[in-house]
């Protein structure tokens, strides 16, 4: 079996950092092709219906791809950067994507025609996550700043500072009150959105590249540089207990599996480990030949189809009821 060690890009890092007076060469505009993604995939989106994959490329590129025909429906092109991440309302009539051009947009996901641009960050904007009524949208920047934003209109509402570190990850809890956030600063942070105010800090001292809450509201995970993937109770801010993969290898991404009994992790190595979260065991890893980094997941709603974005422009679809690739989509040789 093939292992690539694909690092993150330089100029990733220093924009993630806030590092702005370190500010990289503008890069030439890469080509586009009509069949995929000319470069890396950094996230990926399951529409909650299940009929679409959103990709957000390296290529300036989001990709929308019919789930089950896997025939392209169509390519949003409007970013002026690299898209580092997309995700779908709770309602499914919209798509967020964030960008290194320092916009968040809103997509009619029917037209594929842009609803708003959301301007304000003054560095990369990384990470995006919608509200459960869907009436609210958070960005995350290199900028260490979290942006919340009405939906609707795309006015900005509100600022919550606080990280020293670029913001990776950003996550609504599902009663919509509070807000977690991952930061290259080493901390993971729960914030009381409405109030504006910090709740509590995790300080772990190696960057987070990710957060989640678990369904129930009771729980967090977070993940990142330190192998670790951590799961926090809400209530006290204890941690719970800790799921350690391969040392020194960094996780990029977690989804819930199985009545989120299951954890997937994606890392970079490009393997997906999956951890039963009862037990606290690691059941399976998945990977796939050659594939690089694992910088995405999302689950479809049917929870019948985990899709993984990789480095290098490669989106595997695994079958989760027998553990085999059902689809790998990539520029043909």
Not at 168 to 182: E, I, M, Y
Not at 225 to 237: C, E, L, P, Q, Y
Request: aromatic fraction near 8%; charged fraction near 20%.
């Amino acid at each position: 079996m093939i292992r690539r060690h694909v690092r993150i890009p330089l100029t990733l890092i220093v924009a993630i950092c806030g590092c702005s007076r370190i500010a990289p060469a503008p890069a030439p505009v890469p080509p586009v092709s009509a069949f995929w993604h000319t470069g890396d995939i950094w996230g990926v989106s399951f529409s909650p219906d299940g009929r679409w994959i959103a990709t957000a490329g390296a290529d300036h590129s989001i990709r929308l791809t019919h789930a089950e025909s896997i025939a392209e429906k169509r390519i949003l092109r409007a970013h002026e950067g690299q898209v580092l991440a997309v995700v779908f309302s709770p309602d499914g009539s919209l798509l967020a994507s964030a960008c290194e051009d320092k916009t968040a947009r809103l997509w009619h996901v029917a037209t594929g025609r842009e609803q708003s641009v959301l301007k304000g960050h003054t560095n990369w904007v990384t990470a995006v996550s919608f509200s459960a009524d869907g009436k609210l949208l958070a960005t995350g920047s290199g900028d260490q700043s979290i942006r919340l934003w009405d939906v609707g209109t795309g006015q900005y509402l509100a600022t919550l500072s606080g990280h020293t570190g670029g913001v990776w990850s950003v996550a609504f809890l599902p009663d919509g009150q509070q807000l977690a956030t991952a930061s290259e600063d080493g901390t993971v942070r729960l914030w009381d959105f409405p109030g504006r105010s910090e709740i509590r800090s995790h300080e772990l001292h190696t960057q987070q590249y990710c957060v989640r809450f678990h369904p129930d509201g009771r729980s967090l995970i977070s993940a990142g540089d330190d192998s670790i993937v951590r799961v926090w109770d809400i209530a006290n801010g204890g941690l719970l207990f800790s799921l350690t993969g391969q040392l020194g290898v960094k996780t990029y991404s977690v989804v819930f599996l199985n009545n989120a009994k299951l954890l997937a992790a994606a890392d970079e190595q490009g393997h997906v480990s999956i951890w039963n979260l009862e037990t606290e065991e690691q059941l399976n890893t998945l990977q796939q030949e050659g594939a690089g980094a694992a910088y995405g997941l999302a689950v479809s709603p049917d929870e019948q189809t985990l899709a993984v974005a990789h480095a290098g422009g490669k989106l595997v679809l695994w079958n989760l009821e027998d553990g085999r690739v059902r689809t790998v989509l990539e520029l043909p040789p």
